[in-house]
């Protein structure tokens, strides 16, 4: 199975922060990796698919890139609606597997 | 438009047994895999499995495989998880999702909220 590894666990950040998250998977997953925003008690919502392709209606301050096995989600300003936990997810292959998740609270 | 409406929440006790739904609209049902994931309270997100309602054909996480059944009825464009006994380790928020053709998941279910208690 292709684990996911995602850091941190959590940040504070303050409102226009620059915020990234980072995934690690532990084979090449071939970007097949999307990005998930939570709020409590809400279904996931899809951010970004194939590791950098944003999804129609996702603010442009979210961004995704890869490097190797390395994938990262970046915040470029955070804002107020912000403030939820972030999910990597790869599906190259069954199983599909997550991330921990990083909680963004504010400072 | 697609929507994913799920079965509300169940009480239960161990070793009772359970199904739970996902009822599709907007969309031809059978053509799209339907996965479901599991989240534990206050933890992450887990992939259960997924089904293709048009054959049936069912894929599972090594986690999973034996614990739950996923199934499907395409005359009422449904999905359902079922468990034949369930543990107080099943407590935990249940979703649906659709499969996109890229694999990733764009539309889920709200969610059913499954607690096991005696």
């Known amino acids: 199975d292709i684990q996911m590894t995602q850091s941190p666990s959590s940040l504070s950040a303050s409102v226009g922060d620059r915020v990234t998250i980072t995934c690690r998977a532990s084979?090449?997953?071939?970007?097949?990796l999307a990005w998930y925003q939570q709020k409590p008690g809400k279904a996931p919502k899809l951010l970004i698919n194939k590791a950098s392709t944003l999804e129609a209606g996702v603010p442009s301050r979210f961004s995704g890139s890869a490097s190797g096995t390395v994938f990262t989600l970046t915040i470029s300003s955070l804002q107020p609606d912000d403030f939820a936990t972030y999910f990597c997810q790869h599906y190259h292959s069954y199983p599909w597997t997550f991330g921990q998740g990083t909680k963004v609270e504010i400072k | 438009e697609v929507h994913l409406v799920q079965s509300g929440a169940e009480v239960k006790k161990p070793g009772e047994s359970l199904k739970i739904s996902c009822q599709a609209s907007g969309y031809s049902f059978a053509k799209w895999w339907i996965a479901w994931v599991r989240q534990m309270p206050g933890k992450g997100l887990e992939w259960i499995g997924v089904?293709?309602?048009?054959?049936?054909?069912?894929k599972y996480s090594p986690s999973f495989q034996g614990q739950v059944t996923i199934s499907a009825d395409t005359s009422i464009d449904t999905a359902y998880l079922q468990w034949s006994s369930l543990k107080a380790s099943d407590t935990a928020i249940y979703f649906c999702?659709?499969?996109?053709?890229?694999?990733?998941?764009?539309?889920w279910g709200q969610g059913t909220l499954v607690a096991v208690s005696s």
């Open positions: 089904i293709y309602p048009d054959d049936s054909d069912t």
């Open positions: 999702a659709r499969r996109e053709a890229s694999s990733h998941m764009r539309y």
């Open positions: 084979q090449s997953i071939n970007n097949w």
